[in-house]
Structures are given as structure tokens and as C-alpha cells.
């Protein structure tokens, strides 16, 4: 369930400090076992800053997690940033109550960033998850013209941390 319209009560009843809503309810379960299913919630968190989004980075989501990319999301953001300037993205965080999942999901459609400017941190995040080159290659430069839309990672169900770039044409 979207709940677009609590954006917009958001910034209407306090345009410069606009308080945290419940943005989405996601309803998942197990195709193969109806009786396994959980329920999402994703918290918008509308004033945020870049600055307030990585603080909440690596002291909420992955501040208990030894090994995580946190230098790569940290490098698209500033990256964003100096295009679109430092609170024009839209912060989301989600959580499930019966499991570990800490995650979060970031708009960065306003910097209009193309992926190929983000190529180095690309290969950062081959490396990080041991994902081969050449995979990446076969992939990469179909898509290296496109939109970065969103950034999203954290923790997952069994307690992993991920990392998911989403884009757009």
C-alpha cells in the first residue's frame, strides 16, 4: 500500500521541518508456503539531508556491521549532491518486525545522474561482493547511459548486508 498523499500533509504542515511518516505498507510472503509473510514498512523521512542519511548509515543501519559498503553509497550521495545540492533526495527506511532486516532506500532521480558517472564505484561494489568484471561488463554498457533512480541497501531478512542501484531511462 502507497500512501503518496502523507507526502505532500508532510511538507504542507511544516514546509522546513516536515516530521517522519509511514510512506508504504509491503505485504510479502512465501509463494511456496502462503503461510510464511511478513509486512514492510517504509518510513519516509522527507527533511533529510546527505549529511543526515549517512549518520543514519553508519550508526543505524550499518553501524553494528563490521564489513559493508557504506564508502560506496557515501561516494554516489556526495556525488549527487554536488549535482543536485545535499537535501534534494528522498530517504526511506525499512524495517520488518519478525526479522533483522535494517534497510533504507534513496531517490536520487534530482541529480540526474547518468551511470556511467558512477563507473568507479560500480567497480567498488564488483569488488566488494565478488562479483567478476567481466559479468559486470556484459551488463554495464547496456545500461551505462541510463538514469541512477535509487540507491538501496542495508541489512536483509537472514541479517546479509545488500546494496541494489535501481535506474531509469
Not at 519478525?98 to 533504507?104: E, G, H, K
Not at 558517472?117 to 567497480?123: G, I, K, Q
Not at 551505462?144 to 541479517?159: N, S, W
Request: charged share 25%; glycine share 8%.
Amino acid at each position: 500500500l502507497e500512501f503518496g498523499v502523507r507526502y505532500y500533509r508532510a511538507m504542507k504542515s511544516k514546509p522546513h521541518d516536515p516530521d517522519p511518516y509511514l510512506s508504504h505498507l509491503g505485504f510479502k510472503w512465501d509463494v511456496s508456503d502462503s503461510t510464511k509473510g511478513v509486512v514492510t514498512e517504509y518510513t519516509c523521512y522527507p527533511a533529510y539531508t546527505t549529511e543526515d542519511m549517512l549518520e543514519r548509515l553508519s550508526s543505524g543501519v550499518y553501524g553494528q556491521h563490521a564489513r559493508n559498503p557504506y564508502d560506496i553509497v557515501k561516494g554516489i550521495l556526495d556525488l549527487a549532491s554536488s549535482k543536485a545540492g545535499n537535501d534534494k533526495f528522498l530517504f526511506l527506511s525499512v524495517h520488518e518486525e519478525s526479522n533483522p532486516r535494517n534497510s533504507f532506500d534513496i531517490n536520487v532521480y534530482r541529480a540526474n545522474l547518468q551511470i556511467k558517472e558512477v563507473y568507479p564505484l560500480l567497480l567498488d561494489m564488483c569488488r566488494f561482493y565478488s562479483i567478476p568484471v567481466e559479468q559486470f561488463h556484459g551488463l554495464y554498457h547496456d545500461i551505462e547511459t541510463h538514469t541512477l533512480g535509487h540507491i538501496a541497501g542495508g541489512i536483509d531478512r537472514t541479517g546479509n548486508d545488500f546494496l541494489t542501484l535501481y535506474f531509469g531511462e
